[in-house]
């Protein structure tokens, strides 16, 4: 059997291009020698290549896949309206302004209010009219859950009409909720055995159409959340039925005495975790069934007023462990706290994330000046309203969808495994003309050679065992038995 040898495996075996030309012995030196130069330059850039492959994949990079689809029918979103008003003028007791006059800035410490020209005048008088070294204040026993829903705007009073694709709707069509800012009231929100609303078309006759009295004159001028009462408008939140509204940091406006046409899109966005992006797969939220990036937001408001006030606010969701905060507890701690969580002067120990699955709605508007003498005509027979009455208070919205299709946005990784061992194939074939099978090959001859190394080396330690075993029977023929004497 002829010896292996890598020599005549590169001359006679390897299918690797430029091997033969530099082991065959025929060959002139020189040949040789720009021979092993190709083939080393081509292995060496080969190899940079694959390294440069693998570092790309170790990178994680993705790209991103966009598709509209259209459909005959889309799901509704939900609508959240918030007056920005939180408090209303003639439903504020004398017991309210005792124990939140001064807090809201109502009154001064003289219970005196601060600045009459700013409210009506059956408010000043009955302000004026008060003995309030009469009054007891037990801050303990002050439901501030009952002042937010009795003093804030009541949807019954805001709707004056409500329509859904040609169809009218009601104030029951409407769910409260609690937010920053105040009562506020959700269009279609998502509850277990209701079916969903759908668009079967586009355009403005086919969606939400909302008439709403903003009731610009019982507006309380306050400086409750840090906030300064400069606008007259509704605070509306075009989201996902299973999500709770952020109305105050994500709302957009719609001002009296105009007609707001807002068109709206359904994006759906489905990212990658981690290590090719941020989002998270599954996250978990203590008081939302659905997690989602506004309900993490909420519930770490919450945690940054429970850790620093011992108490939560009206609007923030619990399960009983903290109780509601106290007026003094409210205004004392617990709207400063989220003010410096919210600027980022307080941090906590988790963060909130994207998820991966986002449903979204970007919207477009455009406003039109509402016809205040027809507006008049039109509801004279059910609300005594004049002009000027119409255009300070009354606000017209129109909610839909500008096309029947969903924008699909997916992120997808740009390399896997199989395109990995493909671009590292593909570098391999095109310089050096490598395969599997001559990887196999390869591995084939190095397997062969070991084992007739070790054969040849097991046959050179019988071979030196049997020399020795001779030698020691050679010498004890030849070695003199002692004679015996008798």
């Known amino acids: 059997m002829q010896e292996l040898s890598w020599q005549s495996y590169a001359a006679d075996v390897a299918d690797f291009h430029g091997l033969k030309h530099i082991a065959k012995p025929d060959s002139g030196i020189i040949r040789r020698l720009l021979w092993t130069f190709f ?27 966009m598709e509209v689809n259209y459909t005959t029918k889309v799901e509704f979103p939900a609508v959240t309206i918030c007056n920005v008003n939180k408090y209303r003028q003639s439903a504020l007791t004398v017991d309210d302004i005792a124990h939140v006059g001064v807090h809201l800035g109502i009154v001064d410490d003289n219970y005196d209010v601060i600045d009459p020209h700013l409210y009506t005048d059956d408010f000043v008088n009955r302000m004026n009219a008060v003995n309030w070294s009469s009054i007891s204040i037990d801050d303990n026993d002050y439901n501030m859950t009952n002042l937010t829903y009795r003093t804030g705007h009541q949807v019954e009073d805001m709707v004056l009409e409500c329509e859904f694709s040609g169809e009218e709707c009601s104030v029951e069509n409407f769910t409260h909720v609690f937010t920053h800012l105040g009562n506020c009231f959700t269009f279609n929100k998502w509850e277990e055995d209701k079916p969903d609303l759908i668009s079967k078309r586009a355009g403005a006759a086919n969606g939400l159409k909302l008439v709403l009295d903003i009731e610009t004159w019982e507006y309380t001028p306050s400086n409750d959340l840090d906030g300064d009462a400069l606008d007259a408008a509704l605070k509306v939140l075009v989201h996902p039925t299973n999500e709770p509204p952020f109305v105050k940091e994500l709302g957009f406006g719609t001002p009296p005495g105009f007609h707001s046409f807002i068109s709206i899109k359904k994006e759906q966005i489905f990212g990658l975790p981690s290590p090719y992006g941020e989002c998270l797969e599954s996250g978990i939220v203590q008081y939302y069934d659905h997690y989602s990036l506004t309900a993490c937001r909420i519930e770490l408001e919450t945690q940054a007023v429970e850790e620093y006030c011992g108490c939560r606010l009206v609007e923030q969701p619990g399960d009983g462990s903290y109780p509601v905060c106290t007026a003094n507890q409210t205004h004392g701690c617990a709207h400063q706290t989220l003010v410096d969580y919210v600027n980022g002067d307080i941090e906590l120990d988790v963060e909130c994330s994207d998820p991966c699955d986002i449903e979204d709605y970007p919207h477009t508007i455009s406003l039109s000046k509402l016809r205040t003498n027809f507006v008049q005509k039109l509801y004279e027979e059910e609300h005594n309203l004049t002009a000027e009455y119409i255009t300070d208070n009354v606000v017209a919205i129109n909610i839909y969808y500008e096309a029947l299709n969903m924008q699909t946005i997916t992120q997808i990784p740009d390399t896997n495994v199989i395109v990995l061992i493909s671009q590292i194939g593909g570098n391999l074939g095109l310089c050096i003309g490598a395969s599997i099978l001559t990887v196999i090959q390869l591995f084939e001859f190095i397997i062969d050679w070991l084992v007739s190394k070790t054969c040849k080396a097991e046959k050179s330690k019988i071979g030196n065992s049997a020399m020795d075993t001779t030698e020691l029977n050679d010498s004890w023929q030849h070695k003199e038995l002692p004679s015996v004497s008798t």
């Open 39 to 65: 083939f080393l330059g081509s292995l060496t850039f080969g190899l940079y290549e694959i390294i440069q492959c693998i570092i790309y994949f170790a990178e994680f990079h993705h790209i991103t896949k």
